[in-house]
């Protein structure tokens, strides 16, 4: 099975940007007739899953834990970074690609990068918004520090709990979902295979 990551063509900076405007716009009143399935309840299938149903699309959720506590992004420690900027150390987008395609050891889908680059600041906003308890300063901003590498301080951290805080973070903006009937849990489910039709996923095969 050959997978393709269908990345924009055009310039590293304009990709996503012209990509995320050329796309169809859905009517919310034509959302719910979109079935989206998401595998997976840590923080990217969490966050995904329940986003997608805030929006207003059918979401059905699956993943072998007992509870999407359970998943495996409670294990982060270090923290998430975000070009913020705060400390006025020269922090850009442009330097936090840099750094996540070097620290990578330039294995990394550099166009898909630039794009985590450039919504790292809207992702940590999302995350203060959902309560999540970073460490502050005594002025009460966020307090933030060289980590993995980093040429200048841009991790966000929450002592050495930041996977478990983000994970509950995500957790309950997922159970608000459920409890309005927008998204379907489907938990100690394990997913076996993709159905493909003509080339594109239609669904998946699943045990329970």
């Known amino acids: 099975m050959k997978f393709d990551a269908k990345i ?29 399935i998401v595998v997976g309840s840590g923080l990217a299938g969490g966050s995904a899953a ?18 999407p506590r359970r998943a495996h992004s409670i294990a982060a420690q270090g923290g998430i970074n975000a070009a913020k900027n705060y400390p006025n150390d020269g922090d850009s ?10 620290g990578g050891d330039y294995r990394s889908r550099e166009a898909n990068v630039y794009r985590l680059s450039e919504v790292s600041n809207a992702i940590m906003d ?11 300063e005594y002025g009460g901003q966020l307090d933030n520090r060289s ?13 050495g709990q930041t996977g478990q805080q ?20 489907y938990p100690r489910t394990e997913m076996l295979d993709i159905v493909k039709v003509d080339g594109h996923a239609r669904g998946i095969i699943t045990r329970n």
């Open 93 to 102: 987008i442009w330097r936090l690609f840099y750094d996540t395609v070097k």
């Open 126 to 136: 999302q995350c203060v918004a959902q309560g999540i308890p970073f460490a502050r």
């Open 166 to 185: 983000l994970l509950l973070g995500a957790y309950s903006s997922y159970n608000r979902q459920v409890d309005k009937g927008n998204l379907k849990s």
């Open 147 to 159: 980590f993995g590498g980093a040429q200048v301080s841009r991790t966000f951290y929450a002592r």
């Open 8 to 36: 924009p063509e055009g310039p590293l900076q304009d990709k996503w940007t012209k990509a995320k405007f050329d796309l169809k716009l859905v009517n919310p009143a034509n959302r719910r007739k979109y079935k989206i």
């Open 50 to 67: 329940s986003t997608l149903a805030e929006q207003g699309f059918d979401v059905h959720c699956f993943f072998y834990q007992d509870s």
